[in-house]
């Protein structure tokens, strides 16, 4: 991806998440200077896996387990501090070094225990099926003006305002959903108070020191979380996540120009899956949906929740192209689908007597579509020891062409496993 002239890439799931998007970066981050997560928090579940050990991933960006890269979590990141420095001394005990090369916005919103609370108590939450961390009030206290950020740390009298000013209104929700828990603003002064000391010192005006790096001719690597279909703006609303996943979240989260950005990877499965509630058109029935979960191994990353399965949706895919402007795909997971007989790719959706090859706006109209599937054969072959683009059977490049021609965009990259070797660079 990076080369002279493309220099700031960012990586966005082109699906409702769980792409393979840690993957990716942690490949990229080899030539890349800075790795910067945009956008979501705690909720994300980034997996790396480097053969002797894996790694999940929530918050800190996947470019961590390279040495020599600096990371930054920046300014459109709902920043969790408990489960951050959980994170940051597991990775430790692993014997990967962070301290010294990740850095926080000092602009970045905190998730507080009561966010998290009215998370799990909120039967909204539920429906959507959220995973819990706290991100969507975390996120409406931030457009309501009442979020704490990072730099409010320093100020005890200006903290104290806003804790005040979010307890009274956490407690009025919990009443309103009719539960009985309430919070305390000194619960919550008490723990910022134990916190600051270590997350200060990481503090940093992120976008100022991306744009220098940038100038200087670095690489930079934005990495997005979640997917384009659970975007706030683009995806299946209201059964999305709360911040903008797509590319030009990625400018307003990491505090860069959009012009700044070269070029955009989208990332996808060689089929589809989702996790939590909501639309999915090319869902697969019971019994191919498990033996898909079982090959796939598709359990959340985050909350263990299993994964819906269903076939690869290239209207889902070129409505991702087309809103992040995708100029390269990557494609993940191709060995799960080895020893399937027909494989099934989605190119339209019928709806009421019309063939549609855009995505619907209208939720109403995704939930009843019919798929319009053109059946490929399988290649009922291992492709997990492929390395060459030539190494993949010929019907497995005649998917991949099918996918890209559908798409319209360009694979770059084959997955062919989970381990970092497990990958055909084109
Ligand atoms: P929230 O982001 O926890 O508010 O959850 C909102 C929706 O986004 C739910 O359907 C979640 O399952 C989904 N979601 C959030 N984060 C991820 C992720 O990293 N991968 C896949 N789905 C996610
Ligand atoms: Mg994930």
Redesign the pocket.
Same mark, same amino acid.
């Given at each position: 991806m990076f080369d002279d002239r493309r220099r700031t890439i960012v990586v966005v799931g082109a699906q409702? =998440? &769980?792409e393979g998007k840690g993957k990716l970066v942690d490949v990229l981050a080899e030539r890349a200077a800075w790795v910067v997560r945009y956008q =979501?928090g705690a909720?994300? @579940?980034h997996t790396v896996d480097l053969g002797k050990k894996h790694f999940v991933l929530h918050q800190i960006p996947s470019g961590i387990l390279h040495p020599g890269v600096r990371c930054a979590i920046g300014n459109g990141v709902v920043l969790d501090p408990d489960t951050l420095f959980q994170e940051i001394d597991g990775l430790v005990k692993d014997g990967i070094d962070v301290e010294g090369r990740l850095y926080v916005s000092d602009r970045a919103h905190l998730v507080l225990p009561y966010h998290k609370l009215l &998370?799990s108590e909120s039967s909204a939450?539920k429906a959507?099926?959220?995973?819990?961390?706290g991100?969507?009030p975390a996120y409406e206290d931030k457009v309501a003006r009442r979020g704490v950020r990072v730099l409010d740390l320093r100020h005890g009298e200006r903290l104290k305002e806003l804790v005040t000013q979010g307890t009274e209104h956490a407690n009025a929700q919990l009443e309103r959903f009719g539960s009985k828990k309430r919070v305390t603003v000194d619960e919550t002064i008490t723990l910022l108070a134990s916190l600051a000391e270590r997350l200060l010192p990481l503090a940093e005006d992120v976008g100022l020191v991306v744009h220098r790096a940038i100038k200087s001719g670095a690489a930079v690597l934005l990495e997005g %979380?979640? @997917?384009s279909l659970?975007d706030i703006d683009h995806g299946t609303y209201p059964?999305?996540?709360?911040s903008s996943t797509t590319a030009g979240g990625a400018a307003i989260g990491a505090g860069i120009a959009p012009m700044a950005i070269h070029g955009v990877l989208g990332v996808v499965k060689a089929y589809t899956t989702?996790?939590? %509630? =909501?639309p999915m058109p090319t869902e697969m029935d019971e019994a191919l949906g498990a033996r898909t979960r079982e090959l796939g191994r598709e359990f959340?990353?985050?909350?263990g929740?299993p994964r819906r399965c269903g076939w690869f949706d290239a209207v889902v895919v070129r409505y991702a192209s087309r809103i992040n402007g995708l100029t390269d795909l990557a494609v993940t997971k191709l060995d799960v689908l080895d020893t399937f007989d027909k494989i099934a790719l989605c190119d339209g959706y019928e709806y009421e007597g019309e063939l549609h090859r855009d995505f619907p706006a209208d939720l109403t109209a995704v939930s009843k579509v019919t798929p319009r599937y053109e059946w490929m054969e399988g290649w009922k072959k291992s492709t997990a020891d492929a390395r060459k683009l030539v190494d993949l059977p010929a019907a497995a490049r005649r998917y991949l062409d099918r996918m890209q021609e559908l798409c319209e965009a360009p694979i770059t990259y084959v997955s062919v496993g989970t381990r970092r070797d497990q990958i055909i660079g084109l």
């Open positions: 409702w =998440g &769980d =979501g909720n994300a @579940g &998370d939450s959507i099926g959220t995973t819990g961390r991100i969507g %979380a979640q @997917g659970l059964f999305v996540t709360s989702r996790v939590g %509630a =909501g959340g990353a985050t909350t929740r």
